[in-house]
């Protein structure tokens, strides 16, 4: 079975950081491209940033561009996302997400795409 387990939300005040965890088990990150996605109340989920093993790319939001940061451990099957600078509006409820043989920038542009998602973990950010 595929799970996707993400952490390391939590409350922080705005211009501070956290940094989340999606470990994944039951797949490869040869087949995989991983993205982290939100949802803020009200919302829809909306591609936050995604990377890909197959070609080795990173794909971010433009509003996160420049303060977050995805990276992949393949030892631990583990994806990071730090994030930094943090605004209100980073306010949701973050999800990671698995998409087969995909590359980042299709993973983040196609969220009906995903073959698996995993739970969400809560990020509020204080005015």
């Known amino acids: 079975d595929v799970q996707l387990q993400a952490s390391g939300g939590g409350l922080v005040q705005a211009g501070g950081s956290l940094n989340l965890s999606c470990v994944a088990s039951?797949?490869?990150?040869?087949?995989?491209?991983i993205g982290w996605f939100r949802q803020a109340p009200g919302k829809e989920r909306e591609a936050v940033a995604c990377?890909?093993?197959?070609?080795?790319?990173?794909y971010y939001s433009d509003s996160v561009k420049g303060r977050f940061t995805i990276s992949s451990d393949n030892v631990k099957n583990t994806v990071y996302l730090e994030m930094n600078s943090l605004k209100p509006e980073d306010t949701a409820v973050y999800y990671c997400?698995?998409?087969?043989?995909?590359?980042?920038?299709?993973?983040?542009?196609?969220?009906?795409?995903?073959?698996?998602w995993g739970e969400g973990t809560l990020v509020t950010v204080s005015s």
């Open positions: 997400g698995a998409d087969l043989y995909s590359i980042a920038s299709m993973t983040c542009n196609w969220i009906k795409g995903m073959e698996y």
């Open positions: 039951g797949l490869s990150f040869d087949d995989y491209a």
């Open positions: 990377t890909s093993e197959k070609d080795g790319s990173t």
